[in-house]
Structure formats: C-alpha cells, structure tokens
C-alpha cells in the first residue's frame, strides 16, 4: 500500500489515523460532544472534523444528535455520539472471591455485568477458565454479529507479563506461568485480541478514567484485599515498567524485622496491611476470609477495642508505607480501594499523621487521600478500558473495511 | 497571527514547529544524521527535512557537512550536524562539596567545564550565588554576541519545585524556601530562563540521555552523597510528579525501629545508607565528611574488618530498599552514582542477593544493576540537558526572528 504525502511532511494516511484517535478517545473518555468542543479539544480544523465524523458515522462508531440543550438561543448544534450500542468489549475478572463479566459500549456504558461468589484456594487454570466461559457466554450472546466487539480485556490477582498476558505468579491461585490470554482466548472463541493486566493496575486505570482520580495527572492508587496491590498514574499514563509489573507496593519493604511474606521476602508492606495481618491483630479466624474481615470492621464500628487496636496499628503501618510512596512518586491524589479503602474511615488518623510526620513537606502540601469510586467493580471496568485501547489508538483499522479484514485476520 | 491550515486538519505552523523539534532533538541526542536517517527516524518526508534543514540552518541551529563515510560507493550524503558551537547553554551545580559551571553545546559536547571545592555546612544563598556568578562570569564571556544562549540549567542538592525553581528544603545548605532560579537569574544578567531542579533527577536524566542508562526507557538512578536520591525514567520521560518531587528514595521507611532521619522520619532509607550510617558503622569521624568517607572506602579495599563490616550491612541495606523499588518501579536498569556508585564494588553480592530474595521473581528476571557512567558530573550534564529542553520542544522560537524577539522579551 501506498500513501499520498503532503505539505506538512507527514504521511497523510499517519495524520489521518492520528486525527481518528484524538476523536475518538475523546468521545470515549468525554461521552458526547459537540463540534465545537472537538475543535477545541483536538486542535484540528472544523473541516478536518467533519471529515473524519463522516468516516466515524459510516463505520458506525459514532452517531450524531440534535443537541438537546435548552435556554440556549441559537440554532441547536448537533452532539457527536460514541456508539456503544455497536462498539463494544468484554471484561472479565479474577478476583479473589469471585469472577466477572461485563460487556462495558464504546463511551463507558456497561450494558451488562455478571459477578459470581468463587470459592478461594487453589483452582486449575482450566477450571476457572471454564467457569469464565460459562459467565461470558449468555452476554457475548448478545453482542450481534454485526456490532463490533473490540477484543476482551482480563484483570487478574497476579503478576502480569504485558506482552502476551502470561500470569507470572497469583498467589492466591496457586498458579505459576499460566498462558491466561491465549486459554480465555480459545475457550471463548473470539476472534478479538484478549489482553490480560493485574487487578491493581487496571483498578487504578479505571479510577483514573471514570472515578475519584479523573482528571488528575499523578495519582496512586492502592487497593487490598489478601494482598496489596497499587496502579501508578504519572504524567497522565499508567506507570507499567518494563514489562508490565510495576506497581507492586505490596511488597515494599517496611519492616525487615517483620514476618515473611508469601512473595519469600521478609516485612513487606502486604505483611503489615493485607487480610491476614488484621485478622491475626484482632485474633479472628485466620482461615475466615472476607466474611472474618467483615465481623472486624463490624466490631470496630461498635466501639470493639480489639478491632479497633487491630485496626489501629494497621493504619500505622498503612501510613508509613503511603508515605514512602508519596516521597518517592510525588503523588497528587492517593486513592485507596478494596479492603485497604474499607478500613482507611477508621485509621484516617492515623494516615494522616504519617503522612504529615513521614513525607517530605513539599510532597504533601497539595495531597489528598480519598476513596475509591467504582468500588468492587473497578479492575473490572479497568479490563475494559485495556480492551479498548487498539481502537483508541488506531480507529482507522475498524473504519476501512480492508484493515478491518486484516486485523481480524491476524488477531 | 493567523496560521494557514491545510489538508491534514491540523495547523500548518503546528505541524510545522512539532517537525522542526522532532529534527533538533534527533540530532541533540545522536550527534549528526544523514537527511537519510533523519527521514527513519522522525517519518517526515524527503521534501520536508530539505525545507526544514534549510531553516535551522539559515538560524544557524545545524549545519551540513559533507560525509567522512569511506568505503561505501556511491556521492557521499552530506551529514546534518547540531551546531554546538552557535547554540549553547549554562550548566550550573551546587553539590555537597563543590560548586560547578559548564557551558554545553547543542549536542551535547562540554565545551568548559569548572568545578571548585565548596567548605561543607550552610551558607547563605546571597553568598553561595555570589560563588556561582564568579565561577560562571568568564564561561559566560566567551558565549559571543552572535551565539545563541538557551538558557541556563541548575542542578541544586535540595527538594525543587518545577514551576518556578523554588528550592523548598535543601538540609546539607540549611535552606528553606529560597527562590533560587530568579536570584541566580538577577546576579548573571542573562536574559535566558534559568531552570533550577534537583540533582539526582538531573543526574538519572544524563545517564539516560548520555550515559549507562542511554537507550533504555525504564530507569532507576540512584545516587548518595550525605543524603540519597533517585531519578526515574518510566516509559522513556523523567518521572517527576506532580509538582516535581518525585524521586525522594532517600525517604522511603526501610526501618521504622531504626534512626531520626533529617526530614524528621523515622527509619528513612537514607539513615540506614548515607555518609553519616557508614562512618557511624565504621567508626570513622562523623563530622570528617568526603575525607572521611574516602580512608573507610581505602581501609575496605585493604581489607580492613572494621571498613568491610560496615560496608557489608550498609550493602544489606542498600539492597532491602532498591528491592522495594525494583517491585513498586520494574525497571530494567539501576544505575548507581555518586557514593552508592562507589560502594557498590564492594556490596554487590549484597545487593544481589536482596535482590533475589526480596523482588518478585519476573520484575528480577531482565534486571540489570550497573554503576553510573558520568562520574560527579553528571547532575551537571542534566541541569545542561534540562536548560536544553525549551528549544528541543519548539524550535521555532530561535528560527524565526520575530518569535524569537518575543521569546527574549518574556525572559
């Protein structure tokens, strides 16, 4: 294939794939938007606009309305759509208590989600990948055969290689090198890429995108439930590393003369703040799992001083290692979810003052600590988010029916 | 001003400038280029790296030159080479024990270089800048009328704002809140910004642009002197925070049982590897300083028990925190400079070993520790790399008089 060149010097078929994505990410991120906003958003022409929102129509990933605004004088200006009727993405999710499903439209909407209890311990791959199948069935059911399913994107309790989706390690499964994208991949039988990130990273991901962090360029997320896990914005990116592990503040070295940590290490921070550590504080049932967890945060709401000491002392250990982070990352906004967001309303004190007596002082001046929005379900909507990401970048390959084929082809 | 559009949407000057920094920074970073290698490396057209070649050299910002290449048929393709005589900036660092001043070429050749011992201990900033001026005024006589000063980049060992160069803390000088960028920018009578951060952050961006971190994308800098610091490279651009902070590692708590540390913490990284622990360790002088500090490094290499010793658990140490960082960070290179560097040889197999016991096993499986490349200068190279980063970012300013105009009379 060839490509015309123009004045600017740049391929114009790079330009144009360029201008596709702006659009698009915008409209996926902002919902729907006027003209006029997509000029002052994208910094491209109205003309430039209204060629590119032509293609967009036809290849049906966007609709344009009559603005619905009202008291404004004036023709009304039509409002350009993302179509999550027709573009869509599954999510699916591995937590440590359940999986989930979700078709989740271009633009955010999740038009359905599916969450059941799963049993923790230990489960074979196939095991789990079966009972994925069976959530994810009756909603790819739903997805026509002309709509467009952009891929399917996975969170996982573990430890992620980017590039194909291997699970390097996920304690809480029992599993190591497990090719997870390729499994789901098969025993869906979608012809959409899968791409599969940790739990953490994708929770952050979402909250940057659609929660308490959107609009913030530098936040930390930490989200916990047996481990601790974090998910870095910085400079309005999530943070990966070089292949996809950063992020892993659960083992952040606090206490060296702590106990061992599963990870082999020796008072990592996941030692001092996770499920067990609190359990063992309150002297619950170590073995109780979430619903144990539950019956402490219900004692210490009660005034219980055992669940309130436990409490207590693991918010001083969530402190100091919050303040590590914040020194290190320079944070505007800490989000905290999962467990870690459960327990943050009765040790907020003791955060507090962590951060005020263990950071730098420039560090905190404009920092806030808040919870997390999207609650349970935030990796969830973050695999969706990942999923679609191909599209973001390069629209143009589900615009031209020929490198539609081709991409369906190699995916 | 209006600018013209043209087929891509975009606005031609836009595309313009965004080409003509793509063609300086290529040649900043690589030295010259063929018009042939140019076109692989930014995507531009033929036609259009002729036109813009011929701006930057009509701004005396590049030059061509036919090629040395010998052996290969064929005219020989002239080189495109950064004018590092015509355009260059002020390098500005003020260290524990010495004050420095360089004048750098476009490309990144020093041109002269001069450091002068400081006495340890606080000084007030009038006097410390009144040193700089003196050290700085004969380099600064040699720039010619005709030349072109960028700017002028400061590495200073403190916590910086990036706004405005405010030096928050900086405890080996005693400061607080002091508004070094513009005092130093009075006392030299230039018109050109000066850009004032913090040396560590400075130093992790030489090595990557110019040292053991070049070509890498996912960095962590470590260097110590009285205090410890970082600078981080994630995805190929400076990690800097939300107000540029990022990068305290000094402050992450490794040992919360351990010792008051001078930001007011408990157990900081920093007490347990800073000058002041290995001296403690060794029994040394605590207030003798880089002398001090120097025999204890003399008596390990000689074998001394006492020495060896000291380094032995300042090297546990070393390696309890970079294993923190290695899980929260997951780069694929740590390079070690100043005293973290020189220790180094004789704590590797401590280093190694919390490295193997204390990272998750994939962040550990493409990692590479290595000591810094550019010695004490490195802080140096930064801040001339940082004072760079205006014109690499838009060019245009310097090509066109009238910009340019406008660019002296807002400095």
């Known amino acids: 294939m060839t490509f015309g060149h123009d004045a600017t010097g740049l391929r114009s078929e790079t330009v144009r794939r360029a201008n596709l994505s702006a659009i698009v990410t915008e409209l996926h991120l902002h919902g729907g938007l006027t003209r006029s906003e997509l000029v002052a958003r994208t910094g491209l022409t109205r003309g430039a606009i209204r060629g590119l929102i032509r293609e967009l129509t036809a290849a049906e990933l966007v609709a344009e309305q009559p603005s619905r605004q009202r008291g404004v004088p004036g023709r009304p200006s039509p409002v350009v759509l993302p179509r999550g009727d027709r573009a869509v993405v599954l999510a699916l999710e591995i937590a440590v208590d359940s999986l989930a499903a979700a078709i989740v439209g271009l633009g955010g909407e ?18 789990i990948v079966d009972d994925l199948r069976r959530l994810a069935r009756p909603l ?17 309790v573990g430890v992620v290689r980017s590039d194909d989706g291997l699970v390097h390690t996920a304690p809480n499964l029992g599993w190591t090198d497990v090719p997870l994208a390729g499994m ?4 869906l039988g979608v012809r959409a890429p899968v791409v599969v990130a940790n739990e953490a990273d994708l929770g952050g991901l979402a909250e940057h995108r659609r929660g308490a962090a959107r609009g913030f360029d530098d936040v930390l997320y930490i989200s916990g439930e047996v481990g601790v896990g974090g998910g870095i914005i910085a400079g309005g990116r999530p943070l990966a590393g070089a292949s996809g592990y950063a992020g892993e503040v659960g083992h952040l070295p606090v206490n060296p003369a702590g106990t061992r940590c599963r990870c082999g290490s020796t008072g990592c921070w996941e030692t ?14 170590l073995r109780g799992g979430g619903r144990a967890m539950d019956r402490v945060l219900e004692d210490a709401a009660a005034g219980s001083p055992a669940a309130v000491d436990a409490l207590r002392i693991t918010g001083e250990w ?7 982070l914040v020194n290190v990352l320079n944070p505007r906004l800490v989000v905290l979810g999962g467990l870690i967001g459960r327990i ?48 973001l970048a390069d629209p143009a390959t589900w615009v031209s029916p020929q490198d539609r084929a081709l991409q369906l082809r190699s995916a």
Chains 1, 2 share one sequence.
Request: hydrophobic share 50%; no cysteine; aromatic share 2%.
């Open 110 to 127: 999740v038009q359905r989600l599916v969450r059941t209890d799963r049993p923790r311990g230990h489960l074979e791959p196939d095991a």
């Open 272 to 285: 001092e703040v996770g499920e067990r550590a609190i359990l063992a504080r309150a002297r619950a049932n």
């Open 344 to 391: 943050h309303p009765f040790v907020a004190g003791e955060v507090e003052r962590a951060i005020a007596t263990r950071t730098l002082s420039p560090a905190r001046r404009d920092l806030r600590v808040v919870p997390a929005a999207l609650g349970i379900d935030a990796p969830l909507l973050g695999a969706a988010e990942h999923a679609f990401e191909p599209l």
């Open 140 to 156: 790819l059911a739903q997805v026509g055969a002309d709509d467009l399913l952009i891929g399917a994107g996975m969170a996982v």
């Open 318 to 324: 969530l402190g100091i290692g919050l303040a590590g």
């Open 184 to 187: 789901v991949a098969r025993a």
